[in-house]
């Protein structure tokens, strides 16, 4: 049986571990967010989604009101990306080097990855849409994507990925580009994100079909996106309207172009967005749409504004597209002089969009046929053949990417499909001796079970049985010890006590025979007892002796239950090893007290103190026996002990001036060892 036992413990405890290991998710206590905490932090971010002027205060008040410093870090996260997102150009005023630091030196738990992640992914928002620097930016989201795989916030894993997407379009690689917008789409759908990220995913992917030349399906996205617009937030709409605007753009319907562009403005002008990155951007393709419309005045006030901007934070990119329709405008005023200087201007080292060097080139056509430079205009004119060749083998990379992924896909669904229809025969054939096999493991455990805790059970009650035992054992000795001594000192006065005394001795043995039957007595029973002890024995103290009981009133005794005897056999110690042979003035004080659910008893005498090493050799010092053991029984059953000290007492020239004990009782004990409460339970 014991073997049996141990078994399944052990199987049990491999369960146990299977569990925790399976459910855990890998955080550490102490390092969650509070519920009021996660709760105004997803508050902050669906108004920084809107643009709310209330952003800032939110973010210092949170900063300022963090329990701690991840909390705080969490704050200052939202600071870095609201400052991204209003075009805050200036580094050092993100201090994110500080953060990454914090955060680096932190265990990697599923919240500090996913905070690494946040600081990361607005890391390559910045080097993206403040700097244009697509290789810091894909190195930073990819670093991103890492950190949130394995974060408490997976739900930003599809935003990381669309983030990619952008970054290889800047970086005219188009296939990397829809890869990471497709994975895009299938963590959306693994994690049953909201249709609204999907609109917006597919929004990206019009974006790279809008790049690859395929108009066709780039309107298909884009006009499921316009249906679906005010599902996107703010920034989202942004995004959208500046794509979609450069659709009808490319396609040549530059009436439908400013009017996208011109709901942009509106939805800027809406939110107090007028002075920021996306306005100016908004701008300077409204000047190229205007030049195209032949609105040149119009094109040009734009322009003057877009560039002024974009010169103060250092765009190259919006400044070579800003030179651009800077050349058109030449062009259109016959000044060629013009443009040769703002060719000039251009910084050579910059990484251009594949499309803006493209509009470049057809007013640079136009340029080189105006001044008669038609070797150029040839030679350009042949770049650009090769150009869009090559555009055009990205777009069939592209396709034939799509058709393998699809291929793939479905020859693994089907090669499953089959695998498990093979499997359902076996399945189905092994299911009855499943079921029996299982039906014997759960008789086997349940048998298992039955005899462990029968097991347990023959234990338990034969620890319970030899320890009533002892006690009852101890017990018996008292009474007869007790009565045995009494008498004895009735015999040594026996003809100066009279009637009187005899009936103090019947009344003591009486209830000595009252409460020495039960375990446990009321501390008022048990005063009354020591009162007629106390009484019996005057005679033998002698005349000179007091004694007193300092003790709440009779309800609150009658609710303090207390081991029968301890009290009297702590009085009866004072009388017969302190007291009895002391010339002099004799004095037992009796004292209780009840609070911090506890009482305390303290039986205190001016006798000779409390020395082992001197005491009577002719005593058993039974009574302190008997009370040191029922206070080991009655401690065994409880998790809160019965505790008993012992002092001596000094007068002031140092000699031992009495003894004082003091028992303190835990209220509610368990009275394990009451028959009565057992028959009760």
Not at 382 to 400: I, P, Q
Not at 458 to 478: D, E, S, Y
Not at 578 to 584: C, M
Request: charged share 25%; with cysteine.
């Amino acid at each position: 049986m014991n073997t049996l036992v141990k078994a399944i413990n052990a199987t049990v405890a491999v369960l146990a571990c299977i569990v925790a290991v399976s459910c855990g998710d890998g955080s550490v206590p102490g390092d969650e967010r509070s519920a009021s905490t996660a709760a105004a932090l997803a508050a902050a971010d669906d108004s920084m989604a809107v643009n709310s002027p209330s952003v800032p205060g939110m973010i210092r008040r949170g900063m300022s009101a963090a329990a701690d410093s991840l909390d705080y870090y969490d704050w200052y996260l939202r600071h870095i990306r609201y400052s991204i997102q209003v075009g805050v150009p200036d580094t050092s005023a993100l201090r994110w080097t500080q953060t990454y630091k914090y955060l680096s030196g932190r265990k990697p738990t599923p919240r500090v990855n996913g905070m690494m992640g946040f600081l990361l992914n607005a890391q390559g928002g910045y080097y993206q849409k403040l700097h244009y620097e697509p290789s810091k930016a894909i190195a930073a989201y990819r670093a991103a994507y890492g950190r949130l795989a394995e974060s408490d916030c997976k739900h930003r894993l599809p935003d990381v990925c669309a983030n990619l997407g952008d970054a290889y379009v800047f970086a005219n690689d188009m296939p990397r580009a829809a890869m990471w917008y497709r994975r895009a789409l299938f963590i959306a759908d693994s994690l049953r994100l909201p249709a609204e990220d999907d609109v917006t995913l597919y929004m990206g992917l019009g974006r790279i079909y809008l790049k690859l030349g395929d108009y066709g399906l780039a309107q298909s996205c884009y006009e499921t996106a316009d249906r679906n617009f005010n599902l996107m937030s703010l920034n989202m709409r942004m995004y959208f309207l500046t794509n979609y605007g450069n659709y009808y753009y490319y396609i040549g319907d530059y009436k439908r172009a400013a009017e996208v562009f011109g709901r942009m403005e509106r939805l800027l002008v809406g939110h107090g967005m007028q002075d920021t990155y996306d306005m100016y951007l908004c701008k300077v393709n409204m000047a190229d749409v205007q030049l195209n419309l032949g609105n040149t005045d119009e094109a040009a006030r734009l322009l003057d504004e877009a560039y002024a901007y974009f010169m103060k934070v250092g765009d190259a990119v919006a400044l070579y597209y800003c030179r651009t329709i800077g050349i058109g405008l030449a062009l259109r005023a016959g000044d060629t002089a013009k443009v040769r200087r703002i060719l000039d201007l251009d910084d050579p080292e910059a990484t251009i969009d594949f499309n803006l060097v493209n509009i470049r080139h057809r007013y640079l056509l136009e340029y080189f046929v105006k001044k008669g430079d038609y070797r150029r205009a040839y030679f350009l004119l042949d770049h650009n053949v090769r150009r869009n060749d090559s555009l055009k083998h990205n777009l069939a990379n592209m396709r034939a990417s799509e058709i393998m992924m699809r291929y793939e896909q479905d020859t693994l669904k089907l090669n499953h499909q089959i695998e498990i229809q093979e499997k359902d025969a076996d399945i189905r054939a092994a299911h009855m001796w499943l079921y029996v096999g299982v039906l014997l493991i759960v008789v086997l455990v349940l048998l298992l079970l039955f005899g462990f805790t029968y097991s347990r059970k023959r234990r338990l009650q034969m620890h319970m049985q030899l320890m009533q035992t002892q006690l009852a054992n101890v017990r018996q000795r008292i009474s007869p010890h007790f009565i045995f001594n009494v008498l004895n000192n009735r015999m040594a006065k026996a003809g100066a006590g009279g009637a009187g005394d005899l009936m103090a001795l019947a009344k003591l043995i009486r209830a000595n025979l009252d409460i020495s039957g039960r375990y446990y007595v009321s501390l008022k029973e048990e005063l009354d007892f020591v009162g007629y002890y106390v009484s019996v024995e005057r005679q033998v103290i002698g005349g000179d002796f007091s004694f007193s009981v300092d003790a709440p009133p009779d309800d609150v005794l009658h609710g303090v239950m207390v081991p029968s005897m301890f009290i009297q056999i702590l009085v009866e110690n004072s009388i017969k090893h302190g007291l009895k042979n002391r010339p002099g003035h004799k004095s037992i004080e009796i004292a209780v007290r009840k609070g911090g659910g506890e009482c305390v008893i303290t039986v205190t005498d001016n006798g000779t103190g409390f020395d082992i090493r001197h005491s009577d050799p002719s005593s058993t010092k039974t009574g302190m026996k008997v009370i040191r053991n029922t206070i080991n029984l009655i401690n065994h059953g409880n998790k809160r002990k019965i505790r008993l000290g012992i002092r001596n007492l000094e007068a002031d020239d140092g000699t031992v001036a009495g003894c004082q004990v003091t028992l303190t009782l835990p209220l509610g004990l368990k009275t394990v060892f009451d028959p009565a409460h057992d028959k009760k339970r």
